[in-house]
Every structure is written in C-alpha cells, then in structure tokens.
C-alpha cells in the first residue's frame, strides 16, 4: 500500500497558486460568462440564459480570453487580490467562490474527476442552455429567460 498523498493543491491557499494552477481551478461551466438581472429592492441576483457576445456557447470557452478586458469591460476578471469583491457576481458553485471561503471543490469538479464532461452531466454546464445575446430579438422579456437553477 503506498503512504503517498496525492498533492491536492487546489486545496490550498488561493493566494500561494501558481498561475497554472489559477487557471485550472476553474471549472469551465460558463455561469459567470451570463448576464445577470438584479432586483433593485432586495439586490438579489438572477442569471439568464443569456451569454456573452464573446462565449462560444458550443464548447462554453470565451473566444477572446487573452483580450477579454478590452474587449469586454463588464468581464469578472477575478484574481487573488479581487476575488473578495466579485463574490456576489459569482455562482454558489463557482470553485474561486468556494476556495475564497475555505470550501472544498464540488465532487464533480473536474479536479476530483480528471473529467471535464462532468460538469455537464452533472447540470453545471451552461452548455446547450445559453443563446448569445448578439442572437437576441430587439423584444426579449429577460426575465423569462432567468435561469431559476442557478444560484
Ligand atoms: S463561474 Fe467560476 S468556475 Fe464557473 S466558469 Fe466562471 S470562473 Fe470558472
Ligand atoms: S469576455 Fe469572455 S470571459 Fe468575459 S464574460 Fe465574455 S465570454 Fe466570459
């Protein structure tokens, strides 16, 4: 039996990764890629479907990544010294969320799984679930296209 611990960085730190390692603790479900309603009584925050003009919604990857702050200032640029201030953008599952708040990564993140299609099978994905707005009629009602399971 070996007495090896596999190194499970992503538990560690989210100041003392690498940036290889920031990269890929993102889970690639595309949630923060959405516009969000927001309710002006109570503030609380509602995805919809839909995506960002530059999300490519096949394979739910931003198509713009290097250049996505000039191309999009709206974009969540989240990085260790923000992350504090973009959590209420974030979803629930987001695994920058998550480690910002000394959770564990879901079961079904890609790095539990060494599997990215389960975030999809595992109803995590945006992917077949969002349209881009630049495919948007000029008489959208936005909020029926809340997406009620995403928190
Ligand atoms: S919500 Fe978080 S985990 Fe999901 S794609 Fe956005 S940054 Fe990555
Ligand atoms: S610019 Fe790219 S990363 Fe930013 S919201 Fe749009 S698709 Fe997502």
Known sequence: MSNTTPDRWWLKPLETLDAG???QLCDGCGKCCLHKLQDEE???LYFTAVACRF???EKVRCKCYKERAEKNPDCLIIKPDNIE???EWLPQTCAYRLRSQGMPLPVWHPLNTGDADHVERCGHSIRHRAISE???GDD???EELILVDIL
Do not use: I, P
């Open 134 to 136: 630049d495919e948007l």
């Open 140 to 142: 959208v009602d936005w």
């Open 85 to 87: 201030s973009m959590l």
């Open 42 to 44: 109570t503030d609380e």
């Open 21 to 23: 390692q920031w990269e």
């Open 55 to 57: 999300l490519g919604t």
